[in-house]
Nanobody, 125 residues
Framework: QLHLKESGGGLVQPEGSLRLTCTGS????????IGWFRQAPGKEREGLLC???????????YYRDSVKGRFTISRDNAKRTVYLQMNSLKPEDTAVYYC???????????????WGEGTLVTVSS
């Protein structure tokens, strides 16, 4: 079973930056596609972007065009960690951010099977 945990959330001012961390166990994280999602207050959960497994070349899928140029995703498989770097944050980015894993041939295009508990990001002056 894959267990995921997010960290790095907090309060940040508009135009600021945060890096979120998703840590997985056991030692098989490189076999999973890992995506970042968020749920804003009163809104449904939405996908942001995803990085495929090592077997699929760690290619990037953007679920939302709005995060292109602001959010980036990367892996450190040795640390069993996936990062979400968020720049130029806006108040509308305020949400609980989740990482999730998928372990099928669909990769980032599939349904995520494993989810973390989330970390809150608040963008406010």
């Amino acid at each position: 079973q894959l267990h995921l945990k997010e960290s790095g959330g907090g309060l940040v001012q508009p135009e600021g930056s945060l890096r979120l961390t998703c840590t997985g166990s056991p030692f098989t994280l490189d076999r999973y596609a890992i995506g970042w999602f968020r749920q804003a207050p009163g809104k449904e959960r939405e996908g942001l972007l995803c990085i495929n497994s090592v077997a699929y070349g760690e290619t990037i899928t953007y679920y939302r065009d709005s995060v292109k140029g602001r959010f980036t995703i990367s892996r450190d498989n040795a640390k069993r960690t996936v990062y979400l770097q968020m720049n130029s944050l806006k108040p509308e980015d305020t949400a609980v951010y989740y990482c999730a894993g998928e372990h099928s041939d669909y990769g980032c295009g599939g349904v995520m099977d494993y989810w973390g508990e989330g970390t809150l990001v608040t963008v406010s002056s």
